[in-house]
Structures are given as structure tokens and as C-alpha cells.
């Protein structure tokens, strides 16, 4: 669970997870209570329990279920409109001009969680692009659809 604590803290969060709450099915990671723990007889045969927080793949990829709880703390976020917004979750990147309300310290490397209203879309990462300051995606809603396409 270490991978998912690293990101916890590069987002800037507070997410208390015991180990023993805690289930690792292949790269994927859960949040399981007790009244389910209960029912678990064989976990080598299991696919999925419980709350799924995410999973690893180069680095620890949060689902949207996480980000939506963690996106209630006061933590790094960028706000943006519709448009901008949209764009986002086609998996393009966030231009500094484009955001409309930044909360956090926006330095090189920084992880900010994107938000449009009141809703977590996704996060990303600050990077430098042609001297300009972005908000490079590293994951957004649109994933789950895009993911789909590439399956037909």
C-alpha cells in the first residue's frame, strides 16, 4: 500500500487507511470493511472487494471513487470551465490561461486535482511545455471511455 500512500501525500491529502482495512488483488487496490471481511473465504480467487481505491501501473493510478472523497479537503486543486473542462476529460492537458481559480502552490512536479464545479475530473501534474507552465493529465474521467473504444 505504499504506492497508494505516496500518492495520497503528493496530492497533498489525509486519507487514514489501517493496513488491515486494506486489499491488494493484482495491481489493484481496496478499501474492504469488516462486515464484508466476514464473507471473504478464498482471496486467491477474488477479482474485486470492496471500495476500489485504484491501481498501479508505472505509478499508483487513483480511481475516480478515491478522488471524489479526497476532493472534499482543502488540498491542491485547479478550477476551470466547461471548456476547458471537456477538453480534459478528452485527455488533453491544462494550459495556466485556462484555469479559472488556483488552490495550492503550482510548482514544477506539484500533482493538483481538476475540478470543474464542485466535481473532481481528474488530476495531473505540473510540467513545463515551450518555457509555458501546464497542467499535464495523468488521469481523467474520460479514461474509462477511452479504454472502451480501444476494446471494440
Known amino acids: 500500500m505504499k504506492d497508494l500512500k505516496e500518492f ?19 495491481t489493484k487496490r481496496f478499501l474492504v470493511n469488516n462486515e464484508l471481511k466476514k464473507f471473504v473465504f ?14 498501479m501501473k508505472k505509478e499508483f493510478l487513483p480511481s475516480s471513487i478515491l478522488l471524489e472523497e479526497i476532493s472534499a479537503q482543502k488540498l491542491n486543486k485547479v478550477y476551470v470551465d466547461k471548456k476547458t473542462a471537456w477538453l ?6 491544462i494550459f495556466k490561461r485556462n484555469v479559472l481559480k488556483i488552490e495550492g502552490i503550482s510548482e514544477e512536479g506539484s500533482m493538483f486535482l481538476v475540478m ?8 495531473g501534474k505540473v510540467d513545463m511545455f515551450e518555457g ?5 493529465n495523468v488521469f481523467d474521467l474520460g479514461d474509462f471511455l477511452r479504454r ?5
Not at 480534459?88 to 492537458?93: E, N
Open 8 to 26: 495520497i501525500n503528493g496530492i497533498g491529502a489525509k486519507y487514514e487507511l489501517a493496513e488491515e482495512d486494506a486489499a491488494k488483488i493484482n
Open 42 to 55: 478464498n482471496k486467491e480467487k477474488l477479482t474485486y472487494i470492496g471500495k476500489y481505491l485504484g491501481k
Open 88 to 93: 480534459f476529460v478528452c485527455g488533453r492537458d
Open 116 to 123: 470543474f464545479e464542485d466535481r473532481c475530473i481528474g488530476y
Open 132 to 136: 509555458r507552465s501546464i497542467l499535464k
Open 148 to 152: 472502451e473504444r480501444e476494446n471494440d
